[in-house]
């Protein structure tokens, strides 16, 4: 079974300042690892992915994430805050890959200020 | 590439009626594609995964006979909620898999259901 920890249901950032947004993950297989960013009323877009390989991944608009195994975590990472970042975004596992099913985080409301 | 719709966007009904409400991947086959609920201001909870010429696969908790899936061809699956009350209120959002082995679901622009 998996699991997906969020912390912090509510961030909110300078524009311009660095984005962190925590995620931490349980599985008993090697797991698949996700963030999607949802705007209000839509669904939800793919930021970025982790399957094997390099544990740094890169995704849209300026995202990224390290995959840190000792440490069972999954962190989103943005250098610089631009308003239109400011969304919902959910942590999702799954185990033996996203094409089977994703088990998703509470999510973090983002919040730019200027 | 990887377009998945919903139909309709939103949708109103009234307690005791049922609804369909469509998920199509507009340009690639999914043979399998997942429905979700969202509640406000919460995550996404699976309910079921719709699978093309077979019976859907419902998570535990979820009233299979009230939740209608039909993944009658490889663009198209529905959900029809039966016999709507107010507590189905709710953001239904589907995802379709991308072909060939792939990890990757792409999700449709959700629908929101309200029962009166």
């Known amino acids: 079974a998996q699991s997906v920890t969020q912390l912090g249901s509510h961030v909110s950032v300078s524009e311009g300042a660095l984005v962190l947004l925590r995620c931490n993950y349980s599985?008993?297989?090697?797991?698949?690892l996700f963030w999607y960013v949802q705007y209000p009323n839509q669904g939800l877009q793919l930021l970025l992915k982790?399957?094997?390989?390099?544990?740094l991944v890169k995704g849209i608009n300026g995202f990224e994430a390290e995959f840190k195994k000792s440490e069972t975590s999954f962190h989103l990472t943005k250098p610089s805050a631009h308003m239109s970042d400011a969304a919902e975004y959910f942590c999702?596992?799954?185990?033996?890959?996203?094409?089977?099913?994703?088990?998703f985080g509470t999510g973090t409301q983002l919040k730019v200020e200027l | 590439g990887a377009v998945v719709s919903q139909h309709p966007s939103w949708v109103i009904c009234k307690s005791g009626t049922s609804v369909k409400i469509e998920c199509r991947s507009l340009?690639?086959?999914?043979?399998?594609m997942f429905w979700y609920r969202q509640f406000p201001k919460q995550s996404l909870m699976l309910m079921a995964t719709?699978?093309?010429?077979?019976?859907?696969?419902?998570e535990q908790g979820v009233e299979k006979d009230k939740f209608l899936i039909n993944h009658a061809s490889l663009t198209l699956s529905t959900l029809t909620v039966t016999s709507a009350h107010p507590e189905d209120s709710s953001f239904y959002i589907c995802?379709?898999?991308?072909?060939?082995?792939?990890?990757?679901?792409?999700f449709g622009p959700g629908t929101r259901l309200t029962v009166t």
């Open positions: 982790y399957t094997t390989g390099a544990t």
């Open positions: 995802s379709a898999r991308w072909p060939g082995g792939s990890y990757e679901q792409y």
């Open positions: 599985s008993s297989v090697p797991p698949y």
């Open positions: 999702a596992v799954s185990a033996g890959g996203g094409g089977n099913k994703l088990t």
């Open positions: 719709s699978n093309e010429g077979s019976k859907a696969t419902y």
């Open positions: 340009d690639f086959q999914a043979t399998t």
